[in-house]
């Protein structure tokens, strides 16, 4: 079966500082993978996906990034963290090809920016 | 206008009520609709998809007004564990493969003894 791993579960960072959030999917091959946040009290807004190693579209201007160095790996970075970029950061995968679904969460992280 | 639509509630109801749930999209090229729950502070997961034809998943129900860009979910004899926030979801496949999946920010469900 198919599971996700993302990691921290928590972190607390300082303004400027930089981010390395990794999320790994085991059980599966070429999945497309994806980053969402969730600000308190907003919906989840996706961030990034990837539908292959090195292909990362971007949905929205940011202060993020986010890379795809290995098939089941995603890793989503900043250089400088602002304090908006506090939230919950969930990494997701669904099935490879046009319409896969479901789409299935990690954990999630939890990151304030102080 | 927001892509996908919800009322945030707090819905508080009784156990053993029906509560229903509505949700309302603005984009008529959206191809395939769910309905997620997320417990405070828990990842979302997802609860059923949602057909053309209605559906129906034990105590859950889920309808499609395409023409309205409409949907809805309907639950049935609450139970405690129903306390979560329910999120609509409307999906669009990408250019280049993938999904968007566009998440309306929650209606929120109390069940009470």
């Known amino acids: 079966s198919q599971t996700i791993h993302q990691w921290p579960a928590t972190l607390v960072q300082p303004v400027g500082s930089p981010l390395s959030l990794e999320c790994t999917v085991e059980?599966?091959?070429?999945?497309?993978l994806y980053w969402y946040r969730q600000a308190a009290g907003r919906g989840l807004q996706l961030l990034f996906y990837?539908?292959?190693?090195?292909?990362i579209s971007s949905e929205v201007p940011q202060n993020l990034s986010a890379s795809r160095p290995q098939d089941r790996q995603f890793i989503l970075s900043s250089k400088k963290l602002l304090l908006s970029d506090s939230g919950f950061y969930l990494c997701?995968?669904?099935?490879?090809?046009?319409?896969?679904?479901?789409?299935?969460f990690g954990n999630g992280t939890r990151l304030t920016v102080t | 206008r927001k892509e996908v639509e919800q009322d945030p509630g707090p819905f508080n109801v009784p156990e053993g009520a029906t509560v229903a749930f509505n949700c309302t999209y603005s984009?008529?090229?959206?191809?395939?609709f769910f309905w997620y729950r997320q417990d405070c502070r828990k990842e979302p997961k997802l609860l059923m998809s949602?057909?053309?034809s209605g559906n129906e998943d034990g105590r859950f129900t889920a309808q499609l007004n395409r023409a309205s860009q409409y949907i809805s979910l309907l639950i049935r004899d609450s139970k405690l564990s129903d306390s979560a926030t329910y999120l609509c979801?409307?999906?669009?496949?990408?250019?280049?493969?993938?999904?968007?999946?566009?998440f309306g920010t929650g209606t929120q469900l109390k069940v009470e003894l």
């Open positions: 997701a995968w669904s099935p490879p090809g046009q319409g896969g679904f479901p789409l299935h």
């Open positions: 059980g599966t091959s070429n999945p497309n």
């Open positions: 990837s539908v292959g190693i090195g292909q």
């Open positions: 984009n008529s090229a959206s191809q395939s």
């Open positions: 949602v057909y053309s």
């Open positions: 979801v409307v999906n669009f496949i990408l250019t280049g493969g993938g999904n968007k999946l566009t």
